[in-house]
């Protein structure tokens, strides 16, 4: 039988997570997978772990290159699949069932849809909860209804779809994920959900240390992600994009850097939003607190910026 599914995992230092993240994907049942490792410059054991498992499944392959970043990763994942359909997957994550796959895919070949969809789960440890956003009922539903630009990771994608409109990763540092999944999403009109949960998230292992590059990536990403948005006529998702500019570790990021080149980034980002959704007085958190001329507020607004970012990293 042929291979049904590449599941591509770029790998950064994570051998503390990745057996788990292997173990999910070779567990798949129902259908042929592969599994496409793209080590990014790991520092620790993380190419040991894969090795160790390519010694005992041909359905393993590695890839080694310099640290370029997750997207990049990808895209070089994407050139060695071999499969119908192409699914992500990093290695601190994992699927939750031996037949998460074989769910995505039923529903892709059952609706003859390009981009098959599930519900997710995250890790706080140490529980497992279920998300509440972004349900749907069973069946096909159009980009319009979607809600969040986060869900690349709980999709199949068919390979075809992505190499005929040369759909890729942006070789951002941060936010380069959501410009793929709408590229994607625009480029198929529509995609299936089924009720099944298929992915599972581990929330908070690691802290991002912000500087000048990844926050100008972040805002690149985030600046087509909402052309994309706006491109499909989808008003949530544009919202939801704009919305996590605001999130406290960016905030907290822009507000420890120097760059006017970021300051101008963002301030051109809300005043393309505000054209877009008819919004007049759309502000993006870290400008308004440093456009804050009460010295008590902005000394409380970045307390709780440390507070929000103390929480986080405690899970």
């Known amino acids: 039988m042929s291979t049904q599914v590449s599941v591509i995992m770029p790998v950064y230092n994570k051998g503390k997570y990745i057996q788990q993240a292997i173990d999910s994907v070779l567990s798949q049942k129902q259908l ?20 160790s498992n390519r010694a005992k499944s041909e359905k393993i392959k590695l890839i080694r290159q310099a640290n370029a970043g997750a997207g ?30 074989s769910h995505l ?10 981009i098959s969809m599930g519900k997710r789960l995250f890790y706080v440890k140490p529980f497992t909860l279920n998300r509440t956003d972004n349900l749907f ?17 709980s999709c199949i994608f068919n390979r075809k779809l992505i190499a005929s409109n040369g759909i890729k990763f942006p070789p951002y540092r941060r936010f380069q994920d959501p410009p793929f999944f709408l590229e994607a999403l625009s480029a198929a009109g529509d995609f299936y959900f089924t009720e099944n949960y298929v992915h599972c998230y581990r929330r908070g292992v690691q802290r991002i240390v912000w500087n000048d590059v990844k926050l100008m990536d ?3 990403g985030v600046q087509d992600s909402l052309r994309l948005a706006a491109s499909i006529g989808n008003s949530s998702v544009f919202r939801q994009v704009f919305d996590s500019l605001s999130h406290a570790s960016f905030t907290e990021g822009v507000l420890d850097s120097e760059s006017n080149e970021v300051v101008n ?21 870290a400008l308004r607190i440093m ?25």
Request: with cysteine; hydrophobic share 35%; charged share 25%.
């Open 105 to 114: 895919y039923e529903g892709a070949k059952k609706s003859g849809r390009s």
């Open 291 to 315: 456009q804050c001329d009460n010295i008590v507020h902005k000394k409380m607004s970045t307390w709780a910026l440390c507070l929000e970012n103390g929480v986080k990293s405690a899970f």
């Open 218 to 220: 972040y805002i690149s």
């Open 32 to 51: 042929e997978v592969e599994l496409i490792c793209i080590d990014d410059g790991s520092s620790d054991d993380s190419v040991e772990v894969i090795e």
């Open 265 to 285: 980034a963002l301030q051109q980002v809300e005043g393309y939003a505000g054209e877009v959704l008819s919004e007049a007085g759309l502000s993006i958190r």
């Open 137 to 153: 009922q069973e069946g096909v539903h159009s980009v319009k209804e979607l809600t969040s630009a986060f869900l690349y990771q």
């Open 72 to 101: 990049v990763a990808r895209n070089a994942g994407m050139e060695q699949a071999t499969a119908e359909y192409v699914s992500f997957l990093d290695p601190d994550d994992w699927y939750p069932s031996d037949r998460a796959l």
